[in-house]
């Protein structure tokens, strides 16, 4: 059975940084694009980064572009997230999800599985 694990998230004060982890099993996902999403209380669930199964092309959003950085690495079944120059608002639970397409890697109906989540909490 597929499962994805995300790791490496807590509290950090702001202008912190983390690195989060996404830990596929149960098949290879090296064909597949990887992708992170968060939700902070309250809210919607939205797109934060992406990668192509090469790790040759990745997308951000706006609000997290220049401070993070999304890579994998395919021989461990791993794509990890990089974020610096953390702020309050980054505070959600991170979510890493896997696509078997190319269209519409921002939106979560491109993705067929999804991992349960770690909680980011930034103090200011």
């Known amino acids: 059975q597929a499962q994805l694990v995300e790791s490496g998230g807590g509290l950090v004060q702001a202008g912190g940084s983390l690195r989060l982890s996404c830990a596929a099993s149960g098949r290879t996902f090296s064909s597949y694009a990887m992708g992170w999403f968060r939700q902070a209380p309250g809210k919607e669930r939205d797109f934060v980064a992406v990668?192509?199964?090469?790790?040759?092309?990745?997308d951000y959003a706006d609000s997290v572009k220049g401070r993070f950085t999304i890579s994998r690495d395919n021989a461990k079944n791993t794509v990890y997230l990089q974020m610096n120059s953390l702020k309050p608002e980054d505070t959600a639970v991170y979510y890493c999800a896997a696509s078997r397409t190319y269209n519409r890697l921002a939106t979560q109906s491109a993705y067929d599985y999804w991992g349960q989540g770690t909680l980011v909490t930034v103090s200011s």
């Open positions: 990668i192509i199964w090469s790790g040759s092309h990745t």
